[in-house]
Antibody, heavy 123, light 109 residues
Framework: QITLKESGPTLVKPTQTLTLTCTFS??????????VGWIRQPPGKALEWLAL???????RYSPSLKSRLTITKDTSKNQVVLTMTNMDPVDTATYYC???????????????WGRGTLVTVSS | QSALTQPPSASGSPGQSVTISCTGT?????????VSWYQQHPGKAPKLMIY???KRPSGVPDRFSGSKSGNTASLTVSGLQAEDEADYYC?????????FGGGTKLTVL
């Protein structure tokens, strides 16, 4: 059974760096064809894809946020970490991590999601 | 402004069918057979309903079906049930990135 859980601060100040951790079980990120992505959702708004990391450490980022994002994995701890620099109130959102089967190149869908963590950016 | 365009709302009575559209471009929906659909109930995480345009994950009722024509993908919910009332989001691969639609609120009358 695959599970994912997001953790990190609930409140960050503008200009600070956000660090979120996704701790998962039921799969290994060293297994070929597996990925973990991050998606966020501002209150009352749509989903927005942020980043994706492959089992082979290949990484992809949303072009509009690429300069602010870093995604890494720790296979031994079954964790994926997302950092976002220079936080702004518009970054207030629920941040989700999700498992991606990566059946084919470009087949980037998310079949299992964590419950999400709400991050508020405010001074 | 979301990359993919969905109607803000859709509705139907129990037992009826409703179709939600998702319009993109040849750079996303039209260019790849990698369209997925997610259902989200209030306060809950999204749930995958359709992947690769028309495939259903295990456990998703066959009342849910997906299709694509050109740059527009569609999600059809047949035999509407009260529990189908939720927000629905489409998503597509768009060349080294993922794009989502703005979401459609489905109301079961």
């Amino acid at each position: 059974q695959i599970t994912l859980k997001e953790s990190g601060p609930t409140l960050v100040k503008p200009t600070q760096t956000l660090t979120l951790t996704c701790t998962f079980s039921g799969f290994s990120l060293s297994t070929s064809g597996v990925g973990v992505g991050w998606i966020r959702q501002p209150p009352g708004k749509a989903l927005e894809w942020l980043a994706l990391i492959y089992w082979n450490d290949d990484k992809r980022y949303s072009p509009s946020l690429k300069s602010r994002l870093t995604i890494t994995k720790d296979t031994s701890k079954n964790q994926v970490v997302l950092t976002m620099t220079n936080m702004d109130p518009v970054d207030t959102a629920t941040y989700y991590c999700a498992h991606s089967p990566l059946r084919f190149p470009g087949d980037w869908y998310f079949d299992l999601w964590g419950r999400g963590t709400l991050v508020t950016v405010s001074s | 402004q979301s990359a993919l365009t969905q109607p803000p709302s859709a509705s139907g009575s129990p037992g009826q069918s409703v179709t939600i559209s998702c319009t993109g471009t040849s750079s996303d929906v039209g260019g790849y057979n990698y369209v997925s659909w997610y259902q989200q109930h209030p306060g809950k995480a999204p749930k995958l309903m359709i992947y690769e345009v028309s495939k259903r994950p295990s456990g998703v009722p066959d009342r849910f079906s997906g299709s694509k024509s050109g740059n527009t993908a569609s999600l059809t919910v047949s035999g509407l049930q009260a529990e189908d009332e939720a927000d629905y989001y489409c998503s597509s691969y768009a060349g080294s990135k993922v794009v989502f639609g703005g979401g459609t609120k489905l109301t079961v009358l």
